[in-house]
């Protein structure tokens, strides 16, 4: 059984760093053909993908958020970490991390999922 977890910190000031980390046990990283994805949810509004990254490492990030994401991962911790700079009060959500077999999917592609943390932006 796949298990994911996001970790972070909850409180985010303006025009920081928001980073957050993904914890994946019970399968690898590295294993053909997945893809590991950072989505997020503002509050009342739908899920947004964020980016992804492949068992290979590459990368894959939204139109709207290239400039300021950055996913990278540690092989060795069988983790992935999302950074987003220089977030605004819009970016505050709760984020999630996903396993899948495409760079992007609908929410019902997604095979497993972390349980989410909340990330508030304020100063």
């Known amino acids: 059984q796949v298990q994911l977890q996001e970790s972070g910190p909850g409180l985010v000031k303006p025009s920081q760093t928001l980073s957050l980390t993904c914890t994946v046990s019970g399968g690898s990283i590295t294993t053909n053909f997945y893809y590991w994805s950072w989505i997020r949810q503002p509050p009342g509004k739908g899920l947004e993908w964020m980016g992804a990254i492949a068992y290979s490492g590459s990368t894959y990030y939204s139109p709207s958020l290239k400039s300021r994401i950055s996913i990278s991962r540690d092989t060795s911790k069988n983790q992935f970490t999302l950074q987003l700079r220089f977030v605004t009060p819009e970016d505050t959500a709760v984020y999630y991390c996903?396993?899948?077999?495409?760079?992007?999917?609908?929410?019902?592609?997604?095979?497993?999922w972390g349980r989410g943390t909340q990330v508030t932006v304020s100063s």
């Open positions: 996903a396993r899948g077999q495409t760079p992007i999917a609908t929410p019902d592609e997604y095979d497993y």
